[in-house]
């Protein structure tokens, strides 16, 4: 998406206009612009300059946008951000006002409460006329830019909200002109009644008080549009300017611009890590706030990952640079917020359809007034005043910022908290959801393999047992060896040192230890090494299992020392954040490719609704595809497999420590990688569309009875009127009213429970039964007999865990004829989906490379 500054829009009449043009150009796929931002969003083939040639025919300027992080660019881009519109304002409205209260004193002073006059206008009524009529005309000069923008727009057949102001003011403003003349004409002819009458006619104080009373409704909503950016400014200033790079053991500060990938870089204690990297030497803690909202420090060490904009508030790192530019990650959430402001909700369609018809209405409107009251039999002077009426209250702005200004906010608390909205329509549609899909594997777990249990066997201590392993496995790579590793270190273990060490691929490892013979492996292995197998527990075995945990056992002479569990654990915050979802009228499924006893026994420690087990990438795809005939579906996930299923969602929101193939195919990301984020940012959207409708309402209402008023349908029943400078007030307000309501999401509490509403469900989990079923079963039941010649099953022996799995998984898939494999490590078993032939040899080649052994075809 290409971005563009816009000048010269003045309300939702000028963007609809802007989006027309664009929209017209060969090429152009979509095009959003914001009237809040002054900026414009465009898809597609078309060059920038045919683009800048539509928007300038149709009487606006326009330019594009500077890039967000490369250096004097980035100062450009953060310039466009600064709000320059407000002390411009500022200064025309201390002007006009200065000009407007001697004229007002004479006006309405003098007229309605006889307050004194200086001598020379005493009794002079003429005089009192040309005094009034030049201090209007300088306060018209010093707001020509109602003027010149809103007869342009005229000219242009495109009439903004400038040209119904120019237009009441210029009414009122000739009228009390003729006025004048015409009361000359009585004093001529020494007409008292007659002067006294003209007198009452004039309207320049109404002219004045129209472009200044509208001037402070733009004052006021320029200040707070100016607020509505302050997140996107905030970002801007975290991104640091320069970087100190070593070159040898020379330390020499430079230019952000000139750090390259693969470059080293030091951060010393209370400095700001200048562009992403892995950390070579030195251990510190990060403060990650700026990114995921996050205050608590992270602690990192050698082989950690540092983003740009984060703080090093202890220890002195040297990093090596991995990402630099517009490459980083505070650049890429710069580009999210931004390109989010630069699109459109589905909410905004209907107020934008009518922005496009409503400036040119209300001149029709304006004009019946005028003709309707002349017809009656009023003078033309109450004809003009009430015509003038109907244009200075109507307000198109109101509608044009009721949809952005909440989205911009919204969007701004999300960033705030490390939530992320790719796009306005994610944002909206992400409160709309009413089924939660949420990923097993580092979405629900950690993906990391931990210890869970430490069983020692008869006549044996956890000491020794714990001691043992950590010898025995502190030589292997396996995630299960991993994991006995970080446990043993926890508990402040002493390595000691093994002989004769093997590893016996698919089984097991074996050494000796103080010349003593000790294993460990899985259940096979070790008990073809036991001289008594008696000490083993089938029920230990089968509990431990049906936790979806993975026992492994160890030996030592010959005899069962004990049992180690490892499983991957769920997430400390994951049953609060499957709780809140659920309090929210949310029916939360687990959708996975692991095998169902795993799933099953994390889906119980989660809570979620149901659980869809064994399910391969496509087949996600599908099950989501069906959901969506239920209601609205996100999709939560981490993972390459998951992008499938993240695209097809209504909202796919991708776990912030994921791939990026996961990010780039999500609407939202969470950068804490937290699930509790998932409710927040439902609750950001809620909160978000829920002020939107306020900002709407507010807007139809204020027209729908300020115009009537303003014509003067209610004098007959009422007596009700409407003087145009209170009708130009209301104007100038009401646009305030809406940036002001939208600003109040600022003070969201993104984690508070207290206020969620369960939306009414139909979802359950039959219906979400049935989806899966149909998916697996009834759309595929004329393919029975083509799946049976494209499947095969084989044996697998070695594989432990989940992690095994995926490396049989993997060796096998990267075969070509062979679309996937689904391992069961419980079974020992492999199941194979071909798109043709494909030679035994080689499949039996894959596994015995992946450190498996190959048992045949079953």
Known sequence: ?????????????????????????????????????????????????????????????????????????????????????????????????????????????????????????????????????????????????????????????????????????????????????????????????????????????????????????????????????????????????????LE???????????????????????????????????????????????????????????????????????????????????????????????????????????????????????????????????????????????????????????????????????????????????????????????????????????????????????????????????????????????????????????AEFEVLSGNGLKAKLDGTFVAGGNTRFITGILENTDALSSETMDELSAQGKTPVLFAKDNRLLGIIAVADTIKDDTPQAVRDLKNMGMHVVMLTGDNEITARAIAGQADVDEVVAGVLPDGKEAVIRKLMEKGKVAMVGDGINDAPALTRADVGIAIGAGTDIAIDAADVVLMKSSLRDVAAAIRISRATIRNIHENLFWAFFYNVVGIPLAAGCYIAAFGWTLNPMFGAAAMGLSSFCVVSNALRLNWLKVHDRSRDKALRNPVNQRMIRESYDQVNHKEKINDVKEKENSEMKIKVNGMMCAHCEAHVKKALEAIDGIESAVASHEANLVTITKSGDVDEALIRDAVTEAGYEYAGIE
Not at 157 to 178: C, E, F
Request: aromatic content about 6%; charged content about 20%.
């Open 248 to 498: 040898g053991d020379i330390e020499r500060t430079v230019s952000i611009d000139e750090v390259k990938v693969g470059d080293r870089f030091v951060v010393r204690p209370g400095d700001s890590v200048p562009v992403d990297g892995i950390v070579i030497e030195g251990e510190s803690a990060i403060n990650e706030a700026a990114l995921t909202g996050e205050s608590v420090p992270v602690e990192k060490q050698a082989g950690d990952k540092v983003s740009a904009a984060t703080i090093n508030t202890s220890g002195y790192l040297v990093c090596e640079a991995s990402r630099v530019g517009e490459d980083t990650t505070l650049a890429g959430i710069i580009r999210m917020v931004s390109e989010a402001a630069a699109t459109k909700a589905p909410i905004a369609k209907t107020a934008d359809r009518v922005s496009g018809v409503f400036v040119p209405a209300v001149i029709g409107i304006s004009l019946i007034t005028f003709l309707v009251w002349l017809m009656v039999g009023q003078t033309l002077g109450y004809a003009i005043a009430r015509a003038v009426s109907v244009l200075v209250i109507s307000c198109p702005c109101a509608l044009g910022l009721a949809t952005p200004v909440a989205i911009m906010v919204g969007n701004g608390v999300g960033a705030r908290n490390g939530i992320l909205f790719k796009t306005a329509a994610a944002q909206e549609l992400t409160g709309k959801t009413r089924i939660v899909v949420l990923d097993k594997t580092g979405t629900i777990t950690t993906g990391v393999m931990r210890v869970t249990d430490v069983i020692p066997a008869e006549g044996f201590d956890k000491e020794e047992l714990l001691a043992t392993a950590y010898a025995l496995e502190s030589k292997s790579e396996h995630p299960i060896s991993k994991a006995i590793l970080a446990y043993a270190k926890e508990h402040h273990t002493e390595l000691r040192e093994t």
């Open 1 to 245: 998406m290409n971005q563009y500054n816009v000048t010269g829009m003045s309300c939702a009449a000028c963007q609809a206009r802007v989006e027309k043009a664009v929209n017209a150009i060969d090429g152009v796929e979509s095009c959003a612009v914001s009237l809040l931002t002054n900026s414009m969003g465009v898809e597609g083939s078309a060059t920038p300059a045919e683009i800048i040639k539509a928007v300038e025919a149709a009487g606006y300027g326009a330019s594009l946008k500077a890039s967000k992080t490369d250096g004097a660019k980035a100062a450009a881009y953060e310039s466009s951000l600064k709000d320059t519109e407000t002390p411009a304002l500022k200064k025309r409205l201390l002007a006009s006002v200065i000009l407007l209260l001697p004229l007002m004193y004479v006006s309405m002073g003098h007229m309605l409460w006889d307050w004194p006059l200086p001598g020379f206008l005493t009794g002079n009524h003429v005089a009192m006329g040309l005094y009034q009529l030049i201090l209007a005309g300088l306060i018209m000069v010093i707001n020509q830019k109602f003027f010149i923008s809103g007869f342009k727009g005229l000219i242009h057949r495109a009439p903004n909200m400038d040209t119904l102001v120019a237009l009441g003011a210029t009414a009122s403003y000739t009228y009390s002109i003729y006025a004048l003349f015409a009361m000359t004409g009585a004093v001529m002819k020494q007409d008292a009644d007659q002067v006294m009458y003209y007198m009452n006619q004039f309207y320049f104080e109404s002219a004045a008080m129209i472009l200044t009373l509208i001037t402070v409704g733009k004052t006021l909503e320029a200040r707070s549009k100016g607020k509505t950016t302050d997140a996107l400014k905030a970002l801007m200033k975290l991104a640091p300017k320069t970087a100190i790079i």
